[in-house]
C-alpha cells in the first residue's frame, strides 16, 4: 500500500507543489520522493512508500536500465507477477512485483498488459518516448486513484482527492476531481506544448467477466459442473489459493476479526496456510467493540478455536465521536453508513499501528456483495433480481464499503488486503447459476455457508451466524453505536436546520439530523466536492429509512435465535 500522486503539463510543477503530495504522507510512512521528469520539466511525480516487497529496490517512480523512458508510479500488489515473468522470460531488475507492468506495456499494448494482471492495483504509466501518460485501476477499485483534468491540458492524479483540491484554486474554475473508474485504463497525449489530451478511456474488465487469458483459466485443475459438491469443492479450493496468493509480504501479516463469517473464514484460512507455510511468527487477530458486544465474543470464540495471537480493542461511543471528524477527512465521504461502520475500523486500525507489528491486514470485505449477505436480499423478488443487485453492489464497492475499508486502514499506513475479491473467485462464484446464490432457510449466503460446512474450520456456531452489520456488531447489545451517535447529534442539529437541509444541500439533501451532522463535517473540509458520494447506500426491495440492518423489521440478532 503506497500514496502515489502526478502532475502533467503545469507550468507550476516544482518542488512547491510537494505540500499537495503530502497530503496523503499516511499511506506510505517508511519513505517519500518527489521527482522532476527529465527533460519534460512539466512533469512530475510524488511516491509516499509502504514497504512491503523489495526495501531495497522498490521507490518509485519505478525506472529499469531496459526501459529508460518508462517511469511508473503504482500503488497495490500484483499476485501473478512471477508466473507473468517466468510465462514471458522477462528479465527482472528489482524483486518489485509491480515491474511487471514495464515488462508486459513493452511487450503488448496497455489494454492487454492491464487485463493480464491478477492483483489489486492503481497505476500511473509515462512512456517518454511516445508522450503518452497511462493511467490504470483494478476491477474493483479496492487501490483508490482520483484524477482531474482541465479544458486547457492540465492533468493531476492522487491516491487520494485531498491531495488534488488545493491544486484546483489557483484555477479560474474549479476542477472536478472524480474517482477513476475501476477496471478501466486511460490513455493521454503529452503534446509538445506540455499539455495534456485524453484519447482514450476503455475498460480492460468487469466483475461478470471471466478473465480470458490463459494464466486466469478460473477452471484449470478444477471440476466444472454444477453439482452442488462439485461447487462447494472448487469454492473452497478458489478461497484458500485467494488467501496464499496474498501472503505475499516482507512483513509480519495480521487479520481483522469481527466473529462473523466473512472474516472468521479469511482468518482461519489464513492460520493455516501460515502454519504450511512456516511463517516465522503467530498471525495476530484484531477485534473491536463494546465489552458486551457480539462481535467482540464471537470473534474471541474464533480465535480460541484457531489459535491466533488475539488483540480485543474497547469501544465506547465517545471515543467513536471524538474521531468521527477525522475520519470524515480520511474517507472523502459523507455516506451515513459508510461513515458508521468506519470509526470501528479506523480505531482498530489505529491500535494495530500503535500497538503491534502487523503491517499487512487481510479483511473480509467484498463477500457480502459478491455472496449476497445483506439481510435484505431475502426480499429480494427474483434469483435473477438478486443477482443484478450482487453485481450492481461489487461495481459499486469502491465508492462504500471498500473506500471504507482502505481509507481506514491506509489512514494509520496499513495495507489491507481482501481475498473474497479474488478475480478467479469472484469470477467462479458469479458464474454460478442464480438461484445457486440466493439465501436459503432463512439463512443468507447459505452456499457460502454449506461449502465450509464439516471441514472443521470455524466453529459451527459462527459458520452459521447471521448477519450484524460491522457498526453494528461491534456496539453494546444494551444500545447500538448509532444510537448513542444519533443522541450526540441530537443537541447539534435543530428541527429549522434540517427543514432547509434540500436548499442548503441540494445534491444528495439529507433527510436526518445524523445526516446533515456529518454533511456539515464533510463540507467544512470539501465544500463544493459533494459529487464524491454520488447517492447513499441504502438496502433495496425495502421500505428503510436508515441503512442500519438494525431498524429492518426482517433484522433478528442472536440473541433472539
Same mark, same amino acid.
Given at each position: 500500500?503506497?500514496?502515489?500522486?502526478?502532475?502533467?503539463?503545469?507550468?507550476?510543477?516544482?518542488?512547491?507543489?510537494?505540500?499537495?503530495?503530502?497530503? &496523503?504522507?499516511?499511506?506510505?510512512?517508511?519513505?517519500?520522493?518527489?521527482?522532476?521528469?527529465? $527533460?519534460?520539466?512539466?512533469?512530475?511525480?510524488?511516491?509516499?512508500?509502504?514497504?512491503?516487497?523489495?526495501?531495497?529496490? $522498490?521507490?518509485?517512480?519505478?525506472?529499469?536500465?531496459?526501459?529508460?523512458?518508462?517511469?511508473?508510479?503504482?500503488?497495490?500488489?500484483?499476485?501473478?507477477?512471477?508466473?507473468?515473468?517466468?510465462?514471458?522470460?522477462?528479465? !527482472?531488475? #528489482?524483486?518489485?512485483?509491480?515491474?511487471?507492468?514495464?515488462?508486459? !506495456?513493452?511487450?503488448?499494448? &496497455?489494454?492487454?498488459?492491464?487485463?493480464?494482471?491478477?492483483?489489486?492495483?492503481?497505476?500511473?504509466?509515462?512512456?517518454?518516448?511516445?508522450?503518452? %501518460?497511462?493511467?490504470?485501476?483494478? @476491477?474493483?477499485?479496492?487501490?483508490?486513484?482520483?484524477?482531474?483534468?482541465?479544458?486547457? $491540458?492540465?492533468?493531476?492524479?492522487?491516491?487520494? *482527492?485531498?491531495?488534488? @483540491?488545493?491544486? #484546483?484554486?489557483?484555477?479560474?474554475?474549479?476542477?472536478?476531481? &472524480?474517482?477513476?473508474?475501476?477496471?478501466?485504463?486511460?490513455?493521454?497525449?503529452?503534446?509538445?506544448?506540455?499539455?495534456?489530451?485524453?484519447?482514450?478511456?476503455?475498460?480492460?474488465?468487469?466483475?461478470?467477466?471471466?478473465?480470458?487469458?490463459?494464466?486466469?483459466?478460473?477452471?484449470?485443475?478444477?471440476?466444472?459442473?454444477?453439482?452442488?459438491? @462439485?461447487?462447494?469443492?472448487?469454492?473452497? &479450493?478458489?478461497?484458500?489459493?485467494?488467501?496464499?496468493?496474498?501472503?505475499? *509480504?516482507?512483513?509480519?501479516?495480521?487479520?481483522?476479526?469481527?466473529?462473523?463469517?466473512?472474516?472468521?473464514?479469511?482468518?482461519?484460512?489464513?492460520?493455516?496456510?501460515?502454519?504450511?507455510?512456516?511463517?516465522?511468527?503467530?498471525?495476530?487477530?484484531?477485534?473491536?467493540?463494546?465489552?458486551?458486544?457480539?462481535?467482540?465474543?464471537?470473534?474471541?470464540? %474464533?480465535?480460541?478455536?484457531?489459535?491466533?495471537?488475539?488483540?480485543?480493542?474497547?469501544?465506547?461511543?465517545?471515543?467513536?465521536?471524538?474521531?468521527?471528524?477525522?475520519?470524515?477527512?480520511?474517507?472523502?465521504?459523507?455516506? =451515513?453508513?459508510?461513515?458508521? *461502520?468506519?470509526?470501528?475500523?479506523?480505531?482498530?486500525?489505529?491500535?494495530?499501528?500503535?500497538?503491534?507489528?502487523?503491517?499487512?491486514?487481510?479483511?473480509?470485505?467484498?463477500?457480502?456483495?459478491?455472496?449476497?449477505? !445483506?439481510? !435484505?436480499?431475502?426480499?429480494?423478488?427474483?434469483?435473477?433480481?438478486?443477482?443484478?443487485?450482487?453485481?450492481?453492489?461489487?461495481?459499486?464497492?469502491?465508492?462504500?464499503?471498500?473506500?471504507?475499508?482502505?481509507?481506514? @486502514?491506509?489512514?494509520?499506513?496499513?495495507?489491507?488486503?481482501?481475498?473474497?475479491?479474488?478475480?478467479?473467485?469472484?469470477?467462479?462464484?458469479?458464474?454460478?447459476?442464480?438461484?445457486?446464490?440466493?439465501?436459503?432457510?432463512?439463512?443468507?449466503?447459505?452456499?457460502?455457508?454449506?461449502?465450509?460446512?464439516? =471441514?472443521?474450520?470455524?466453529?459451527?456456531?459462527?459458520?452459521?451466524?447471521?448477519?450484524?452489520?460491522?457498526?453494528?456488531?461491534?456496539?453494546?447489545?444494551?444500545?447500538?453505536?448509532?444510537?448513542?451517535?444519533?443522541?450526540?447529534?441530537?443537541?447539534?442539529?435543530?428541527?429549522?436546520?434540517?427543514?432547509?437541509?434540500?436548499?442548503?444541500?441540494?445534491?444528495?439533501?439529507?433527510?436526518?439530523?445524523? $445526516?446533515?451532522?456529518?454533511?456539515?463535517?464533510?463540507?467544512?473540509?470539501?465544500?463544493?466536492?459533494?459529487?464524491?458520494?454520488?447517492?447513499?447506500?441504502?438496502?433495496?426491495?425495502?421500505?428503510? #429509512?436508515?441503512?442500519?440492518?438494525? #431498524?429492518?423489521? =426482517?433484522?433478528?440478532?442472536?440473541?433472539?435465535?
Amino acid at each position: 500500500m503506497c500514496g502515489i500522486w502526478a502532475l502533467f503539463g503545469s507550468d507550476e510543477c516544482l518542488a512547491s507543489q510537494c505540500t499537495n503530495a503530502m497530503k &496523503i504522507a499516511h499511506r506510505g510512512p517508511d519513505a517519500f520522493r518527489f521527482e522532476n521528469v527529465n $527533460g519534460f520539466t512539466n512533469c512530475c511525480f510524488g511516491f509516499h512508500r509502504l514497504a512491503i516487497v523489495d526495501q531495497l529496490y $522498490g521507490m518509485q517512480p519505478l525506472r529499469v536500465k531496459k526501459f529508460p523512458y518508462l517511469w511508473l508510479c503504482y500503488n497495490g500488489e500484483i499476485y501473478n507477477h512471477v508466473t507473468l515473468k517466468n510465462k514471458f522470460e522477462f528479465e !527482472y531488475q #528489482t524483486k518489485v512485483d509491480g515491474e511487471i507492468l514495464l515488462h508486459l !506495456y513493452d511487450r503488448f499494448d &496497455i489494454k492487454q498488459m492491464a487485463s493480464m494482471l491478477d492483483g489489486v492495483f492503481a497505476f500511473i504509466l509515462l512512456d517518454t518516448a511516445n508522450r503518452k %501518460v497511462f493511467l490504470g485501476r483494478d @476491477t474493483y477499485g479496492v487501490r483508490p486513484l482520483f484524477r482531474l483534468l482541465t479544458d486547457d $491540458g492540465f492533468l493531476a492524479v492522487c491516491s487520494e *482527492a485531498k491531495g488534488l @483540491t488545493d491544486i #484546483t484554486h489557483s484555477m479560474p474554475t474549479p476542477a472536478k476531481i &472524480i474517482p477513476f473508474p475501476p477496471g478501466h485504463f486511460e490513455m493521454f497525449d503529452l503534446k509538445l506544448n506540455g499539455k495534456v489530451e485524453s484519447v482514450q478511456m476503455d475498460r480492460f474488465h468487469c466483475c461478470t467477466d471471466e478473465p480470458k487469458h490463459a494464466i486466469y483459466n478460473t477452471l484449470e485443475g478444477l471440476d466444472t459442473g454444477f453439482a452442488l459438491e @462439485t461447487v462447494k469443492s472448487n469454492i473452497r &479450493i478458489l478461497f484458500e489459493n485467494a488467501v496464499k496468493k496474498r501472503l505475499m *509480504a516482507h512483513r509480519r501479516i495480521g487479520c481483522l476479526l469481527s466473529g462473523g463469517l466473512d472474516s472468521s473464514l479469511v482468518a482461519a484460512t489464513l492460520v493455516k496456510l501460515a502454519k504450511e507455510e512456516k511463517l516465522k511468527y503467530p498471525i495476530q487477530t484484531f477485534s473491536i467493540g463494546a465489552e458486551d458486544s457480539p462481535d467482540v465474543a464471537a470473534a474471541r470464540k %474464533v480465535a480460541d478455536f484457531i489459535k491466533s495471537e488475539h488483540h480485543e480493542v474497547s469501544f465506547t461511543p465517545e471515543e467513536g465521536i471524538s474521531v468521527l471528524e477525522e475520519v470524515i477527512i480520511h474517507l472523502e465521504s459523507y455516506d =451515513i453508513t459508510t461513515v458508521r *461502520a468506519s470509526i470501528g475500523m479506523y480505531l482498530v486500525s489505529k491500535y494495530i499501528r500503535e500497538k503491534t507489528d502487523s503491517v499487512v491486514i487481510f479483511s473480509g470485505e467484498g463477500s457480502d456483495e459478491l455472496t449476497q449477505g !445483506y439481510i !435484505y436480499f431475502h426480499k429480494a423478488p427474483s434469483p435473477k433480481a438478486g443477482a443484478e443487485e450482487s453485481v450492481r453492489l461489487l461495481e459499486e464497492l469502491y465508492l462504500f464499503d471498500g473506500l471504507r475499508a482502505d481509507r481506514t @486502514t491506509a489512514a494509520h499506513g496499513l495495507e489491507l488486503r481482501v481475498p473474497f475479491l479474488d478475480h478467479r473467485f469472484t469470477a467462479y462464484y458469479l458464474s454460478l447459476p442464480e438461484d445457486m446464490r440466493v439465501p436459503k432457510e432463512g439463512v443468507e449466503k447459505h452456499l457460502l455457508r454449506e461449502a465450509f460446512q464439516g =471441514i472443521d474450520l470455524i466453529p459451527d456456531e459462527i459458520l452459521w451466524r447471521r448477519k450484524e452489520a460491522f457498526s453494528d456488531g461491534l456496539s453494546s447489545m444494551k444500545k447500538s453505536w448509532y444510537t448513542s451517535l444519533q443522541e450526540h447529534i441530537e443537541s447539534k442539529v435543530n428541527d429549522s436546520q434540517l427543514e432547509k437541509a434540500d436548499k442548503l444541500y441540494p445534491f444528495n439533501p439529507p433527510t436526518t439530523k445524523e $445526516g446533515f451532522f456529518i454533511r456539515q463535517i464533510f463540507e467544512k473540509n470539501f465544500p463544493g466536492r459533494c459529487e464524491w458520494t454520488p447517492h447513499y447506500w441504502m438496502p433495496r426491495w425495502i421500505k428503510a #429509512t436508515d441503512p442500519s440492518a438494525r #431498524t429492518l423489521s =426482517i433484522y433478528k440478532p442472536d440473541k433472539d435465535q
